[in-house]
């Protein structure tokens, strides 16, 4: 608060921020197919969802878990449960083009996806926008779990708002992933040569040596209409999935290191205007002598990495700092207070490291013959035909929101739930432990020992099968028991 790290930066986290779920933000040229790359996903259209060839997304659209509405962004912004209360500071226009679309799909339970209006290029970037589309775009890249920047395999020119876009991701590197959609439109020796292009035009852009993890593919519901790279087409589309998939697992990991990267952040902007305000004369030539500190705001940077050992990357970027730092007086700021940086430094070399300690990215791997907490009890195998009452073994027709409360009481970090978390919740349901037994061996289809969310249902769902008479427990689940679906 002392030297306005929120103007410098992005606002200050909320209770909101650190509980929500993992986010995927999407950005890239109009007609690149962010909104069908959503659609693909959830294997459904969005409220307010419209694709077409020309530019149809003109707003920032949020598609979260929820009875299908649609939340306008002025309302979304001043609801403290969701995490866009921050959204304000880009003022009304932006709100005007901001909503967030409700949509009743389980892919959405355990991440939040981030269309974007298409970003203009050729003549279309002269027009401007009524709010700052890059900002926007940086703070929702902050808070983002993962980012998909989409290249059309047809479209590879990057237009100059598009550059100020992929600057502005700078510092959340370890969050991009590139995506070359549309790339059964041409054939495999094209393909080829487009994945050179990319690359090519990316290191420009980038000016880094690191290479960006590339997935080719071609994420829509059509037949593909080159065949030749189909099998390289579906492997990598599965990679993505799986990439996907592997959000929720690591989301607390995520939300600590992303807080560790801010709390490092308001350290160095501390130990710069400090410094800055240090050099400033007592009384005359104030104003001079500010204007000379902005010019040379580089040098004073390698004073202060060669002062505190710091490196080149810990520093924000000049011309945004010292664009910044012009709204202010430097006298103004107060003191550094070294007790307090004293304060950062523990949580930085200590307080932080031990929470870590606290969530391991993974649970252990579980012996097969431990698997089934209630592997002391047989179960039994004299169940009828499972498909005798096929009404009850749909997937689809199970409500699982009560079942998800009683299981986000029982996750782990990386939300899956032991069988020793999970026991006493099946065992509250008054059912022997041989039925308990068969329950576990039924719902745990990936034999790891845990149940994930999908599991967890299955699990609820077949002890409330039982209890209330619905019928008998099969020998085998049913395909129809296991959803299909692509995260």
Not at 75 to 104: E, Y
Request: net charge neutral.
């Amino acid at each position: 608060m002392t030297y306005n790290f929120e103007q410098f930066h992005s606002p200050y986290l909320t209770d909101a921020d650190i509980e929500a779920k993992p986010m995927v933000l999407l950005v890239g040229q109009y007609s690149v197919g962010k909104s069908t790359f959503v659609k693909h996903i959830l294997d459904r259209e969005y409220p307010g969802m419209h694709i077409g060839p020309e530019p149809t997304t003109d707003r920032f659209v949020a598609v979260m878990s929820g009875d299908e509405r649609i939340i306008p962004g002025n309302a979304a912004a001043v609801t403290t449960a969701m995490p866009f209360t921050a959204l304000p500071r880009f003022g009304s226009a932006f709100l005007q083009k901001f909503q967030v679309s409700l949509v009743p799909s389980a892919v959405l339970e355990n991440v939040v996806l981030i269309d974007t209006p298409g970003i203009l290029s050729g003549e279309k970037q002269r027009i401007g926008r009524s709010y700052d589309f890059t900002a926007v775009i940086e703070w929702f890249a902050g808070r983002s779990d993962l980012i998909l920047l989409l290249f059309d395999a047809h479209k590879l020119d990057i237009s100059d708002e598009f550059k100020r876009v992929i600057s502005s991701l700078k510092g959340n590197d370890e969050k991009i992933r590139v995506v070359l959609n549309k790339a059964d439109m041409i054939s495999g020796q094209q393909l080829m040569r487009v994945y050179g292009a990319l690359m090519w035009s990316l290191g420009k852009v980038l000016q880094t040596p690191e290479v960006m993890r590339v997935y080719i593919g071609s994420f829509w519901d059509k037949p593909h209409q080159h065949t030749d790279c189909s099998e390289l087409l579906k492997a990598e589309e599965s990679d993505l999935l799986n990439d996907l998939k592997q959000l929720p697992r690591n989301a607390v990991v995520r939300k600590i290191n992303e807080i560790v990267k801010r709390t490092r952040q308001a350290k160095v902007h501390a130990l710069i205007v400090s410094h800055l305000r240090k050099e400033m004369p007592g009384f005359f030539g104030r104003d001079k002598k500010q204007d000379v500190l902005l010019m040379n705001l580089e040098a004073e940077f390698f004073k202060l990495q060669q002062l505190h050992g710091l490196t080149p990357g810990d520093f924000p970027d000049p011309d945004r700092f010292r664009e910044k730092l012009g709204m202010f007086k430097i006298e103004k700021f107060a003191k550094l207070d070294k007790k307090m940086l004293a304060g950062v430094d523990e949580a930085l070399g200590v307080d932080f490291p031990k929470l870590m300690s606290h969530y391991p990215t993974t649970q252990p791997q579980i012996p097969s013959i431990s698997q089934n907490p209630f592997s002391g009890d047989s179960p039994s195998t004299s169940s009828p035909n499972p498909f005798a009452t096929p009404e009850i073994w749909n997937y689809s027709t199970i409500d699982r929101r009560p079942y998800l409360e009683q299981f986000r009481s029982v996750a782990g970090v990386d939300n899956r739930a032991s069988g020793a978390a999970v026991k006493p919740v099946l065992e509250a349901t008054g059912l022997d432990m041989t039925t308990l037994a068969k329950v576990w061996m039924l719902a745990d289809w990936t034999k790891d020992g845990y149940l994930d969310s999908d599991e967890f249902c299955v699990a609820m769902y077949l002890c409330d099968v039982v209890t209330r008479g619905w019928g008998t427990l099969p020998d085998v689940l049913p395909p129809s028991m296991i959803p299909q679906r692509r995260i």
